[in-house]
Structures are given as structure tokens and as C-alpha cells.
């Protein structure tokens, strides 16, 4: 890692750290106002964007120790999502002065361009993930007959926002439009997957940072909790569980890392699925183990563990769950064929331009 | 707490080269080998490979120009040992001095072991076996009983080993054994011995596992002389140099790759038209495979560059023989009628075969339950 890299995750580090502190000690609203504001103060919100336009400059490794720490201390606002927005802002090269940008999914889109004036119209679902009460846009990526675009809604021309929580207790909403204008679109080939591959790449870094987590705190539990006179965590059984579990964390960090390097590198499908993939498959046994280790205490809202766990179960449907991107994968392998499996999975690994 | 370690490697571009080389090589050589034969990966024996690999230099190519080797990189030796795996070449005959012998040699043989051997070995000509497992020490390897006494000019060993991969064909056997103390001293008074298995006294009595090979084999020693120079390291030391040695392999590419040869077939047959659970049961096996080889390789660039991944090593390992052991019976769950016997030979005998083979994989090398514990006191649980 480079030194400034280091800087960044040092720093990104200490911050959550203190942000934990603060919402365990006070889960309101102003709290989570505070942390935001902090988040905004540091800049992390600019990590992707480009430095000509005042951003940090910072590539995908930057992003990972990002969101890899989000993972880590469970961060519960769209910090990731706000850092992905901004980002594809800048390749759809598309202006954005200030406020929250939220990431969007969208369905039934129906684009109409009036033929006079030349604007777009949107109609749709959009479901988004987001916090506060500020004025909020929306970006999203629509496939349509004319091509893939990115185009930019404001939230306040929603007709219907429907509020969705996800799993873990995060601010998700449904947004209903009809024949919203838009705020800006441009076509970008690849578009759609351009921003879902990003939305995946974020989760499995927040993944691999959540198992880290209770990896951590799983080892701290059975050693300090005892039945029949010693700690827990002296027993075989225990311990072989928690060994699988730092397999699967193991696994799940390196396929992170692997992933964000070759996005930093350049096109970086294959690796993405493979990635969030492995990502997700590791949470079922990762998550059972870590709650049957921890006995009653760790089913409690008191206790940390659901933090983490809930956000793992949420993150697994997010930016596509394991059938999707095993799908993905099967076929464009078994569209290569046989013959060239080995050499594609090597030079996959090995690709060392740039 | 532990923190991971998995930087992603930087494969130097001269592996390219090296990697067409080898693949052209393999190509030519291994032209009729059937898919069955080459699912035997390290299990697989053929002198005539060796000679032929050891002449391109691709053996103990790490070592010092002067004995035999090409001072290449541990990243380039990775290079050439995943290939050959990928294409199920028969690597037995020099796989166990290529992997860690060598490196013992160089590190603890004496002046005129590593003359006598070293070159050897790198032309593919001399094979060793590894003894440590015992019939009353498997996992518990300091129990062992095999001992050496001192005699003028040497040491006589009596005992036997048992389990031993390649000592039907192997010249020599790097033993761990006892030198002095008594059973009850464990870990105290080992030390490692290379016995000439040519020696009067020595027998070797293979057995055949449930596949009908015959590789490994139990190794009996009577009053079996061995000369002072064959002494490794220093006498007593032998238990932290053999774990020295076990954990320098934990991570290597044949820790995942022993079913590859089944991943090929299946995705062979099953086609581009493949149904939904063919085609998702592919796309799980590429991940996991893909992740393997990520972890794997960063634990080798990192060992090439002074680090001491010692965890993830291990991790490695057991993750690794459990996706590849994990791999016929998810296969077979799913071959369906799109995939008739009648169309699918080569993939029903590898699958088969490593249906065969595939329990050995998590008790070679250190059982699943040995590797588990060491990962434990990784985490500072032991
Ligand atoms: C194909 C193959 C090749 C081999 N090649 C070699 C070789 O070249 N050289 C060599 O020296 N050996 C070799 N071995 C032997 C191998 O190292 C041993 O099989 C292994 O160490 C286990 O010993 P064991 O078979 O005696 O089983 P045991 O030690 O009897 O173990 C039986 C079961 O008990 C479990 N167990 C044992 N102790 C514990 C414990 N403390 N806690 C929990 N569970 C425990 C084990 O994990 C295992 O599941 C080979 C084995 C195989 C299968």
C-alpha cells in the first residue's frame, strides 16, 4: 500500500471508529446528522472523483479501504453508494455542484423525449438508498431502445416515495415517477452495468469488512465467556467453528482486494462476479457460526453482533444475490469453452498492464 | 486480532514467457494422455517426464546455478507447478524434492549431500519421498518411534514408516526420527536423516489405496546404516525443521487443483446450451477456484518477498482441499439428462476416479481437524 493510501485508511479508520461510538451511545437522528457531516468534512464522498474537479482523485484500491472500513464498523449511512453516484457522475460527465446524490435501481422505466423541445421525461420505479432530509437527485441507468444512459432525477418530483427500510434498519425508499422531467441524462454505452457492477464491487468490500468485524468479535466472546469452568473458546468444537470462520473472511478479503485491483486496472466483469459471489456464499456459514457462537446474548439488540449479521443478510440481495451472479459467470465460462478455461482464469489473475 | 493478508501479486511479465513455454511443452508431451490419467495430477508417475522436464530446466529451478538450478523466483516456479497441474502432468517422480526436499538440502545438507543430490534431482534422474507418518504416529507426529543410534561413522536406524508417497520408485527418503530421549520426550531429540532406500536392510512394501494405485507404501528398517554426512541440520533439530518445511507447502497451486482435471470435462460437456443449475453450479466453482488461486498466489508473493503469511497459509490449505474435495459429489448431483453417459465418457471416469481419490485430499499433508487447530491458535484461541 502506498503511504497516501495508508493516510486515507488510517484516518477513514479513526473516524468510523469514533462514528461507532457516537450512534451506540445515542441512535437518534442527530446523531447520524453529526457522523455525516463528518463523513463530508474529510471528503470521502469525493474518493472516485476526479482531482480537476476538486475531488480526492483516488482510484478503485482507494475505494476498497473505504469500503472495506464501512463494512467494518457497520456504518449505517449510504456513504459507499454517495461515493459510487459521484463517481459515475464524473464518467457521464455530467456537472454536479452539491447536496446528496443517491445510487439508483430502477424498474418499468418508460423514457420519452418530447419532439419538440427535446427533453426527456421519466417514468418509473426507483428504489434508492439514502438519508436525510436534504433536497435529493437521484442518478440511475436506463437501458432503453436508444441505448444504455445514466440520467439524473430530483427526488422532489417523485409522485409517491414509499419508505422500505432495509434488513439491518437503513433509510431505503421506493420513489414513484411519472413523466418527471430529468435534471440531466447522457448515454454511456454499458451504463447499466457500468453502475451495477460498481454497486456490487462496494457491498462485496462492505462484506468482507463485516466478516472481518465478527470474526473479531467471536475471538474476543469465547474468550471471555466460561461454562464448565473455563472459557468457551477453549473447546475444540468452538474453535474449529471460528477457523472456518476466518476461512471464509480470509477468502472473502482476498476476493475484495482482487476485484478492486482489476477495476483499477481496467474492465473487470469476471472478477466482480466472481467476487460478489464469494462474497455472498460466505455469509450463511459465517453468520451461523458467529450467532451460534455467541449464545443468547448475541440475538440481542444490546449486543453488536445483529449490526453487523443483519447488514451481511441485507447486503447478500443487493446488486445481484448469489443465483444472478452465478449465472453471470456460468455462462460467459461456459460460452469460452473448455479450451480456453485455464488460460482465461490465468490471464484473468495475471493481468499486470498498467 | 489477526489481520489477513492478501495484497493481490504482481506476476512479473517475464512469466509470460515462461508460461507459453511450458504450455507448449506440455501440449507436445502429453498429446495422448487420456482425461483419466491426467486426473491424477502429483499422483501420476512417469520417469521419462521428468528426464524430459529436468532437461528444460524446469526443475528445482529456484536453487543456486551450482547445483543444478536457474535461480529463477519462487513466482516462476509457481508458474511451471500450476500448469503442470492444470494439465495433469505425471509429476510424481520428482514432485517431493521439487517441492521441499530441495530446499531442505540447501538449507541443512551437508557439503557432499547437496552435491550428490541436488544436480540430480534438477535433471529429473533422482527421486525422494518424504518419511514422517508412523503406524502409531499419524497426526501426532512427535510420537514417533523410528530411531537412529550412533555408530562409527554414522547412525543405525530401525523402525518403519509408513504412508510414505513415491517410496515404491524413490531413491532416497528424507526420515524424521528419533536420535535420542524416548517416546515420552516428544518434540526433543528428533532429528532428519536421508536414507539411501538401496541400503542393505531397508524394504519397502507398497499398498494399494482405493483407487488400486500403488504410490505410497509402508518402509521397513533394520539395523540400516547411514553415514554421518547424511545427517540434516543439526542433530535434535529435526522437529522445527520439518515444520519449517510443512508450512513453507501449505499454500502451493496442487492444494486446489487436484479436481481441475474434473472442472475441464465438466464445463466440456456440459456446453454452452448447459441448463440453470449446470450453468450456476459453474459459476460457483469458477469463483471459488478463482479466489483460491488469488490467495494462494499473494501467500507465495509474499512468502518470494521476506513475509511470513503463516496463517493464510494454512487457510489456504484447508480451504483449498475442501472446495476440491467438495467437487465430484457437486458435480455428479447434477449432471442431468442433457448430459447422457453415452456423450460424457472422459468426465464419468475422472469423475469417478476423484470420487475415488478425493478422501485423501484433506489427510495428506496434515488433517483438516491438525490444520483447524493450528488456525485456532492463529487466532490466539490455543
Ligand atoms: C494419499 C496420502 C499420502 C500420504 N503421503 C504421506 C507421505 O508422503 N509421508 C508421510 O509421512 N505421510 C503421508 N501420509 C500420511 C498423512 O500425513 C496422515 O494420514 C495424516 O497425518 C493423518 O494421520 P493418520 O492417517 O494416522 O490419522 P489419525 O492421526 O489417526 O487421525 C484420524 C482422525 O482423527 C483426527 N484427529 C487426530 N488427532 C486429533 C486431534 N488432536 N483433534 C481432533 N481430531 C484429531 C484426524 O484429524 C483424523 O480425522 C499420506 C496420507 C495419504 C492419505
Known amino acids: ?354 | 486480532m489477526y489481520e489477513f493478508k492478501f495484497d493481490p501479486v504482481e506476476m512479473h511479465p517475464c512469466t509470460a514467457q515462461l508460461r507459453t513455454e511450458v504450455r507448449e511443452f506440455l501440449r507436445v508431451e502429453l498429446a495422448q494422455m487420456l482425461p483419466q490419467d491426467r486426473a491424477k495430477t502429483w499422483f501420476g508417475f512417469s520417469a521419462d517426464f521428468s528426464r524430459k522436464f529436468g532437461a528444460r530446466g524446469w526443475i528445482g529451478m529456484t536453487w543456486p546455478k551450482k547445483y543444478g538450478g536457474q535461480e529463477r523466483s519462487a513466482l516462476e516456479r509457481y508458474v511451471i507447478v500450476e500448469e503442470l497441474l492444470a494439465a495433469g502432468a505425471p509429476v510424481a517422480a520428482h514432485w517431493m524434492a521439487d517441492r521441499q526436499t530441495g530446499e531442505l538440502l540447501l538449507r541443512y545438507g551437508s557439503d557432499n549431500a547437496k552435491n550428490r543430490f541436488l544436480p540430480a534431482i534438477a535433471r529429473g534422474e533422482l527421486y525422494f519421498c518424504v518419511g514422517l507418518s508412523e503406524p502409531v504416529a499419524g497426526s501426532d507426529l512427535a510420537a514417533i518411534r523410528t530411531s537412529a543410534v550412533r555408530v562409527s561413522g554414522g547412525w543405525q536406524v530401525n523402525g518403519s514408516k509408513i504412508w510414505t508417497s513415491g517410496a515404491p520408485h524413490s531413491h532416497m527418503m528424507s526420515t524424521l526420527l528419533r536420535t535420542s530421549g524416548s517416546i515420552s520426550s516428544r518434540h526433543a531429540g528428533l532429528s532428519q536423516l536421508i536414507i539411501d532406500l538401496s541400503s542393505p536392510g531397508v524394504t519397502v512394501r507398497p499398498i494399494t489405496d482405493q483407487t488400486g494405485d500403488r504410490h505410497f507404501a509402508e518402509v521397513f528398517f533394520t539395523d540400516v546404516f547411514v553415514p554421518d554426512d547424511m545427517l540434516l541440520g543439526n542433530e535434535g533439530e529435526g522437529w522445527q525443521q520439518v515444520n519449517a518445511e510443512l508450512s513453507l507447502e501449505r499454500s502451493g497451486p496442487e492444494r486446489y487443483l487436484s479436481c481441475y482435471r474434473l472442472i475441464e470435462e465438466f464445463v466440456r460437456a456440459a456446453g454452452p446450451q448447459a441448463s440453470l443449475p449446470v450453468v450456476t453450479l459453474v459459476g460457483e466453482i469458477i469463483s471459488e477456484m478463482w479466489t483460491l488461486r488469488q490467495m494462494s498466489t499473494s501467500v507465495t508473493g509474499q512468502l518470494s518477498s521476506g513475509g511470513t503469511p503463516a496463517l493464510e497459509a494454512i487457510i489456504v490449505k484447508d480451504l483449498g482441499s475442501t472446495f476440491e474435495q467438495s467437487l465430484p459429489p457437486r458435480i455428479q448431483a447434477v449432471l442431468g439428462a442433457e448430459m447422457p453417459p453415452s456423450q460424457t465418457v472422459p468426465l464419468h471416469a475422472v469423475l469417478n476416479y476423484l470420487l475415488n481419490a478425493s478422501p485423501s485430499f484433506s489427510l495428506r499433508g496434515g488433517t483438516r481437524e491438525i490444520l483447524r487447530g493450528m488456525i485456532a491458535r492463529g487466532l490466539e484461541l490455543r
Not at chain 1, 457497520?74 to 452539491?98: K, M, N, T
Not at chain 1, 475471538?219 to 471460528?242: C, M, S, W, Y
Not at chain 1, 449490526?307 to 443465483?323: A, E, K, M, P, V
Open chain 1, 1 to 354: 500500500m502506498n503511504t497516501e493510501r495508508m493516510l486515507l485508511a488510517d484516518s477513514v479508520s479513526r473516524l468510523f471508529a469514533d462514528l461507532e461510538a457516537g450512534i451506540s451511545a445515542r441512535n437518534d437522528d442527530s446523531a447520524l446528522k453529526a457522523c455525516w457531516s463528518e463523513v463530508d468534512k474529510l471528503g470521502l464522498l469525493q474518493t472516485l472523483v476526479s482531482e480537476s474537479v476538486g475531488g480526492f482523485g483516488g482510484s478503485w484500491l482507494d475505494a476498497f479501504e473505504v469500503f472495506y472500513r464501512l463494512g467494518q464498523f457497520a456504518v449505517p449511512l449510504p456513504v459507499g453508494e454517495q461515493v459510487l453516484a459521484r463517481y459515475l457522475l464524473g464518467v457521464a460527465d455530467i456537472d454536479f455542484l452539491s447536496g446528496q446524490v443517491a445510487l439508483g435501481l430502477c424498474e418499468n422505466v418508460y423514457l420519452e423525449k418530447n419532439i419538440v423541445s427535446g427533453a426527456w421525461n421519466f417514468t418509473g420505479n426507483v428504489h434508492a438508498k439514502y438519508w436525510g432530509n436534504e433536497p435529493r437527485f437521484l442518478l440511475v441507468a436506463v437501458s432503453g431502445l436508444e441505448g444504455q444512459c445514466f440520467v439524473l432525477l430530483s427526488a422532489s418530483q417523485a409522485t409517491g416515495i414509499c419508505d422500505e427500510p432495509n434488513l439491518a434498519g437503513e433509510m431505503c425508499s421506493n420513489l414513484q415517477f411519472f413523466l418527471a422531467p430529468v435534471l440531466e441524462l447522457r448515454f454511456v454505452e454499458d451504463a447499466c452495468v457500468l453502475l451495477h457492477n460498481a454497486g456490487a464491487l462496494l457491498r462485496t468490500a462492505q462484506i468482507a469488512g463485516a466478516l472481518e468485524a465478527i470474526l473479531g468479535l467471536c475471538v474476543d466472546h469465547v474468550q471471555q465467556r466460561e461454562q464448565f469452568g473455563k472459557p468457551i473458546g477453549t473447546f475444540q468444537a468452538i474453535q474449529h467453528q471460528l477457523a472456518l470462520l476466518a476461512e471464509e473472511a480470509a477468502a472473502v478479503k482476498c476476493a475484495a482486494q482482487s476485484a478492486f485491483r482489476a477495476a483499477s486496472i481496467g474492465e473487470a466483469g469476471f472478477e466482480v462476479a466472481a467476487a460478489k459471489l464469494r462474497a455472498n456464499r460466505a455469509i450463511t456459514p459465517a453468520t451461523s457460526i458467529a450467532h451460534q457462537v455467541h449464545g443468547a446474548i448475541g440475538f440481542t439488540m444490546e449486543h453488536s453482533l445483529h449490526r453487523f449479521t443483519q447488514r451481511l443478510w441485507s447486503w447478500r440481495s443487493d446488486f445481484g444475490n448469489d443465483r444472478y451472479w452465478a449465472e453471470q459467470l456460468g455462462k460467459l465460462v461456459l460460452m469460452q469453452g473448455a479450451e480456453h478455461l485455464w488460460s482465461n482464469l490465468i490471464q484473468r489473475g495475471d493481468n499486470t498492464n498498467g
